[in-house]
């Protein structure tokens, strides 16, 4: 009788260590997950940050480079259509003139 009420008591506080175990490898499972997915989430959430300065970035260079582009044509056209304009110029002075004598 003594024997079997020893193993018994034995037996329930095996129970106990390995329930006790067992819940804290699964609160430390659990801790360690959600710590992994805070870092992730906060990794990814900078990384998405960075991502938007640099498209931030490209958006404005290309802004101004497009503003160039569009500054340097017009420019451009301006400049030919005042070489057009004296060009017309100098053909009706020369039609002109060449009337005259």
Known sequence: ???SSIRSSICRIVEV???V????VVVVVV???VVVVVVVVVVVVEVVEVVVVVLLVVEIIVVVVVVAVVVVVVVIAV???VVVIVFVIAVVVAVVESFNM
């Open 31 to 33: 801790v360690v997950v």
């Open 21 to 24: 175990v067992v819940v804290v």
């Open 79 to 81: 400049g030919l259509l």
């Open 1 to 3: 009788m003594v024997g």
């Open 17 to 19: 260590v390995v329930v």
